[in-house]
């Protein structure tokens, strides 16, 4: 960030009064720009027991294999965006379900939450950041093909806890430092 979205001033990082973080601030109209993190919210989508994946067309990680997911917009829940996102990706309508999996990134400013939801009708196709969208039983997965650790970990849960039938909300950190 380098101008003022306020008055369009050259900004300067430093720690505004009363706060104890740097922060981007406007030296002429001392408005307070604050960068908060990122929330990407998407659907572990299943039809029988088949798991829907995407093949990104898009970077980063394009030609990799992922959940339907993108960034929340404003003005939407995380439920909303979710199954917003999978029908941008995957052309699918869904009955999104509870909350299943939270991911923490520090390391990008980035929060990861995934519903699950159950195909509608049986129908998708691959959205405009898509080239591909498929269902895979547990066998079939791409597990070297997986576009991020988030995707990986989020299938591994499910398929532990889809025996049991019992699907709690997990939370993780994944903290990767920064060189």
């Keep these: 960030m380098k101008f003022c979205s306020n008055c369009g001033t050259a900004l300067s990082r430093r ?15 001392d408005t307070i720009h604050y960068q908060n993190p990122r929330v990407i919210t998407g659907c572990l989508v299943t039809w029988e027991d088949r798991v829907l ?16 997911a993108g960034f929340l917009e404003n003005g939407e829940t995380t439920q909303q ?9 995957a052309r699918a309508r869904v009955n999104a379900g509870d909350l299943y999996t939270v991911f923490n990134l520090p390391h990008i400013s980035q929060i990861y939450m995934f ?7 049986g129908s998708f196709a ?7 969208a498929a269902l895979f039983s547990e066998a079939d997965i791409p597990w070297d093909e997986l576009a991020f650790p988030v995707i990986e970990k989020t299938l591994e849960l499910f ?21």
């Design 15 to 29: 720690i505004p009064q009363g706060d104890n973080r740097e922060r981007f601030v406007c030296d002429q109209c």
């Design 53 to 68: 994946l995407c093949k990104r067309a898009i970077d980063p990680r394009s030609g990799l294999w992922t959940l339907p």
């Design 81 to 89: 965006g979710a199954v917003r996102e999978t029908w941008e990706e």
């Design 115 to 121: 519903y699950r939801a159950e195909l509608l009708d």
């Design 126 to 132: 691959a959205g405009h950041e898509t080239t591909e």
């Design 159 to 179: 398929f532990r806890d889809r025996p049991r039938d019992q699907f709690p909300v997990h939370t993780h950190d994944i903290i990767i430092k920064r060189r």
